[in-house]
């Protein structure tokens, strides 16, 4: 974060009060007009007391919560990828200068400009935000917000909303090249999930080996191969470890790792699915396939039939 801005007052409404849109909307709120939406008991719990900003920087603001009769200068749209058609419909029946995307994948912002009556922005944060409990977000890192318009070149709203953020202590710019920012923004997400793949592995095959040199280490000489120790005495200490440690050692990050667990949908159309259409429309000219994503799709979406929370 940097040191404020001077700008003008601006009215925000944050579609989507989860962690980063509480936290963008909680921060702004210090200086700006700012209207949340969500769900509850989160949006309860900000209604009664203000949502309550920990981490990187402490705030604790008073935003207005509201669903109905949305109007300002900017809406951000923080929902997940999947809800961006009701965010996009429920937004249409307001007046905006603009709406930005300040979600996760790509082809969110085709979506707002098909329903929407207003100039279209893309947002990149890399500030992290994790929903503590409902009314305590915690900024895990800084990082910085660029907004730009969502087709490429200057926008005067853009310029605006990057003051907006920068008056509140954010890094915060506005940029011309948004369409190539996104798909580096992809990029990095899709290398950090081979990275954390790698890592689960090594983590997987680590108890694995010492179980193996713990039970060649443990088995006694000259014994007979029909005398059968208790199983707790066959149990090697790092089978234990590891089960006791499993939930802290688990990579969360790992292909929406927490929303599968939880039975959740993830937002893998936005992300592994779109490279996967975009390799297959780029056929025709490119030689492109993208097999690790399409797999990874159809894996992620025959979770969420099983689990119920996906119908196609």
Known sequence: MCGSAVAVRTEVVVFGAGSLGSLVGGAL???????LVGRDPHVTAVRDSGPRVEGAFDAVTTPTIDGTGLSGDVALVAVKAFDTPEAADALATGSFDAVCSLQNGMGNEETLAARVDCEVLAAVATCGAILRDPGVVECTGSGEVVVGTADGGASAVADRLAKAFESVEFDAAAAADMPRRLWTKLAVKRRRQRRDRARSRRQRRRPRRERQRAGANRRPPGRASSARPRREALEPRSRRTARSRRGRNRVERLLDAQDVEAGRRTEVDAINGYVVDAAREA?????????TNRVLTQLLRACETGA???DD
Not at 283 to 291: H, K, T
Request: aromatic residues 0%; charged residues 40%.
């Open 29 to 35: 709120a210090r200086e700006h007009d700012v209207t």
């Open 283 to 291: 056929r025709s000219e490119l030689d492109v396939d993208a097999p």
């Open 308 to 310: 119920g929370v996906r």
